[in-house]
């Protein structure tokens, strides 16, 4: 079974410009969850979606969201980027009907210059 | 407030030496408790997990964990180390609302 596919790997912006990262879960799941990880802030929570709905939000400005389509397959976009934009962005996939086991995708590193 | 905590930052091993990596939680309830291992830029890779039943959970790579509901804990811990384990190990929680709160990390450095 393939495991969850994140891309690009690699995206270098400028502050300003918007960015759209894409994940593709593991077969058969459908919720997708999406963390950002920096040196500072460790790994927090940005959202999570099940079935093309959002179901939960973190602490983050409106510039940052995300959507799910019908095959579960989730995009997240970042706008106006801003220096602090630059972290690596995970993409979490699970069952979430039932059993919390997340697994993570290899992430995208964003560099915002 | 629901908070994970990973008292120690660093810490470092001799190759062959048992290791135990700390995790509490402030939670009024039993939450559903992962271990992850990521090595440097990369994802995160889940060592074991526990929901309920034995408190003692075995996982990948010879690791295992112990939920201690008194202390609110759940350690990680390895009988003998190599020199691949050397890697950031954070522990999550979820507190029943499909997110997970993480601690800040703990980086294991193997000296030979």
């Known amino acids: 079974k393939a495991g969850v596919t994140q891309t690009p790997r690699y995206l270098i912006k400028t502050r300003g410009q918007q960015v759209t990262l894409s994940c593709s879960p593991i077969?058969?799941?459908?919720?997708v969850s999406w963390y950002q990880q920096t040196p500072g802030q460790g790994l927090q929570f940005l959202f999570e979606?099940?079935?093309?709905?959002?179901?939960n939000k973190g602490n983050f400005p409106g510039r940052f969201s995300g959507r799910q389509f019908s095959n579960s397959r989730s995009e997240m976009n970042v706008s106006t980027l801003e220096l602090g934009d630059s972290a690596l962005y995970l993409c979490?996939?699970?069952?979430?009907?039932?059993?919390?086991?997340?697994?993570f995708g290899q992430g995208t590193r964003l560099t915002v210059v | 407030a629901q908070s994970v905590t990973q008292p120690d930052i660093h810490i470092t091993v001799s190759e062959g030496a048992s290791l135990e990596l700390r995790c509490n939680y402030s939670?009024?309830?039993?939450?559903?408790l992962f271990w992850y291992v990521q090595s440097p830029g990369q994802g995160l890779q889940l060592l074991l997990k526990?929901?309920?039943?034995?408190?003692l959970v075995q996982g990948i790579k010879g690791f295992e964990a112990e939920f201690k509901r008194s202390q609110s804990s759940f350690n990680l811990r390895k009988p003998s180390v190599h020199w691949s384990d050397a890697a950031e190990y954070f522990c999550?929680?979820?507190?029943?609302?499909?997110?997970?709160?993480f601690g800040t990390g703990t980086r294991l450095t193997i000296i030979p």
């Open positions: 979490a996939s699970s069952r979430g009907d039932s059993g919390p086991e997340a697994f």
């Open positions: 077969s058969g799941h459908r919720s």
């Open positions: 526990y929901f309920s039943g034995d408190t």
């Open positions: 979606y099940f079935s093309e709905t959002q179901r």
């Open positions: 939670y009024g309830a039993t939450p559903y």
């Open positions: 999550a929680v979820n507190f029943g609302n499909e997110k997970l709160t």
